[in-house]
């Protein structure tokens, strides 16, 4: 079992309520969604593990276990092209869970036409797989969902 930390504070609002048709389906794999405070903070690490994929916008982190979690800060995000979000570490990093990544501003996402709602999803995972989802307010490094 894997405990995938909430990566960001602000209130869980499952996938459901992401903006964006890929992850609200569960196309990208199951999980759930954090609506962040506004103004700056720290994205931190879901899990333990190496960053596989690091972008300002968004990472990957594999654990010792091949399970691999995607943190989206913000969706359309990728069109920011990395204005406002300042990476923490580099990708090939080795990470604790609720280490920071990537420093940015949620607000300033907003204020630029775009959510900052964020996707953290169990990639590969069955959809069965992913359970405890936590509801309401959540800290970064609190739970917020198991992966059996």
Do not use: N
């Not at 960001?8 to 890929?22: C, F, K, N, Q, R």
């Not at 990093?93 to 420093?103: F, K, L």
């Not at 996707?119 to 069955?126: E, F, N, Q, S």
């Amino acid at each position: 079992m894997t405990t995938v930390l909430a990566p960001v504070e602000g209130a869980a609002v499952g996938l459901a309520a992401v903006p964006d048709p890929v992850f609200s389906a569960g196309m990208v794999g199951p999980g759930t969604a954090i609506d962040p405070l506004r103004g700056p903070g720290k994205a931190v690490a879901p899990i333990a593990g190496k960053i596989m994929k690091l972008h300002p916008h968004a990472y990957v982190i594999v654990g010792d276990d091949g399970r691999g979690v995607l943190v989206h800060l913000g969706i359309d995000t990728v069109q920011l092209k990395g204005e406002g979000f300042q990476l923490l570490a580099a990708e090939g990093d080795r990470v604790s869970a609720g280490q920071p990544v990537v420093a940015w501003d949620p607000s300033a996402v907003e204020a630029g036409g775009r959510s900052p709602v964020c996707p953290v999803v169990a990639l590969d995972a069955p959809s069965e797989s992913v359970t405890g989802i936590v509801q309401g307010t959540v800290h970064a490094g609190d739970e917020l969902f198991t992966w059996d």
